[in-house]
């Protein structure tokens, strides 16, 4: 990877950064004080069990939610007071499917490209270099009701970076794919890093993904930032022949837990989230 070694260790402000960031939904603490920093061009992973806190971190940090306190700041704007900005510099791929199942992937490109207001005289270039990253030039007049599911990742990934944003939030980027989708996924994701150098955090349960996609990863556990470090010390610090999982039960108490048609992804996916 072009710029992962660069990554590894923080070296100066994070395009994304949060001190003692809070949600509360009445009685329920969903996020807890967390403060974190996310260097330039990182791929950054969260883990954590079912509610730890993770999709609800995302949320604020895309200004979807906002922070009951704490702060944050993405891509050098807050969340808070200046949320028109940060939006501007973000791609968000959410867990619920958000590709149009009736409409071809140019179409659903288009979409994109019209909400994210991207010139009219660029539309064309960006959708051609969108499905050329994402490896759907060939798809790109089908129907995406006829997809895989990791066409459908793939295509959704297109639409969150069609206005080419610094920042690309993915919540479970590879919920409910095959292995070999999945993989074919970590390529793409590495591929806009590469060739973009794009900031990207991802929220996911696989231990396999965080282990061979993330330069960084933090541990959520009841809303609070348990741990943080690169994969090997992460493994490192339980012992030589640790794993991530070995690290994720030690820190949350827990064992983990976790393509098809597009009926079957939208199922799927909607079924994570319910339980994030």
Request: hydrophobic share 40%.
């Amino acid at each position: 990877m072009a710029v992962s070694d660069t990554c590894r260790e923080p070296k100066g402000p994070g395009i994304i950064e949060t001190r003692a960031l809070t949600r509360q939904f009445g009685e329920i603490l969903a996020v807890d004080g967390v403060s974190l920093e996310v260097q330039p061009h990182e791929i950054f992973g969260l883990i954590g069990p079912n509610g730890a806190g993770k999709s609800t971190l995302i949320k604020m940090l895309t200004t979807l939610l906002p922070p009951s306190s704490g702060a944050a700041r993405v891509a050098g704007y807050d969340v808070e007071r200046q949320p028109a900005k940060v939006r501007t510099h973000i791609g968000y791929v959410p867990q619920l499917l958000s590709a149009d199942g009736a409409l071809t992937a140019y179409e659903n490109l288009l979409v994109s490209a019209r909400l994210y207001l991207v010139p009219r005289s660029e539309r064309e270039a960006r959708i051609a270099s969108a499905l050329k990253l994402m490896g759907l030039e060939d798809a790109a007049s089908r129907l995406v009701d006829g997809f895989s599911g990791g066409m459908i990742r793939r295509l959704e990934i297109a639409q969150s970076m069609i206005h080419e944003p610094e920042i690309l939030f993915m919540d479970e980027p590879t919920v409910g794919l095959d292995p070999v989708a999945r993989h074919a996924v970590w390529g793409h994701v590495r591929r806009l890093r590469e060739r973009l150098g794009t900031t990207i955090l991802i929220t996911t349960h696989l231990m396999d993904e965080a282990d061979e996609l993330c330069d960084r990863i933090g541990v959520l556990h009841a809303g609070r930032l348990e741990e943080v470090g690169s994969p090997a010390e992460l493994k490192g610090r339980m012992g030589p022949d640790a794993t991530l999982e070995d690290v994720f039960a030690h820190v949350t108490g827990t064992e983990i837990t976790s393509g098809g048609s597009y009926r079957d992804v939208r199922q799927t996916r909607a079924s994570a989230r319910a339980h994030s």
